[in-house]
């Protein structure tokens, strides 16, 4: 018997996390970017979905990425937009026009910040965010989200 194609979730990452691994490790760590798509990668592996990882500094990309996550039928969206999470209704406005379950990771404790960041529009449209867990936030939202959707596999305990 023919096996179902696996399913696919995008992890989209919004301006300047291009610059993760370079600049204020205090804040945000050491890891690059290309650590957090493999950590993605592997987790949404482990869970037998496919994980298509986009970065863009640019909000209308980024809204781009989520319409394409649509079209391609995608399961889940994995979200950090950063600092457009605090200013961005057509983020917001994509998210909850393809009605596709997200989740929204911020790498740093956004409530124990500025004032600025404690507002959230990408969460609004998210059915969880997680936050101040570092990178190792993207590896919960992902088991977070496959729970919600009822993908599984026998590897979870290793993701
Ligand atoms: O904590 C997060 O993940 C943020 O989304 C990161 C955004 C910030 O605007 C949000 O309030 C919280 C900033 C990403 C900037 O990333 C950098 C990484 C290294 C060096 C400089 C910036």
Redesign the pocket.
Known sequence: MAEAPQQTIYVLN????N??????PE??GHATLADVEKLCIDTAAAYGLTAECRQSNHEGVLVDCIHEAGAKQAVGIII????Y??TSIALHDALMAVKIPAVE??????HA?ESF?HHSFTAKAAFASV?GFGIDGYRLAIAGLAERIGAGNTNKATA
Do not use: K, M, Q
């Not at 919004?14 to 996390?17: R, T, Y």
């Not at 610059?19 to 204020?24: H, K, P, V, Y």
């Open positions: 919004g301006p300047n996390l610059l993760l691994g370079t600049r204020e804040t945000y950090n937009a950063g600092a999470s605090h990771v911020h790498i740093s404790n956004i910040r960041r936050c």
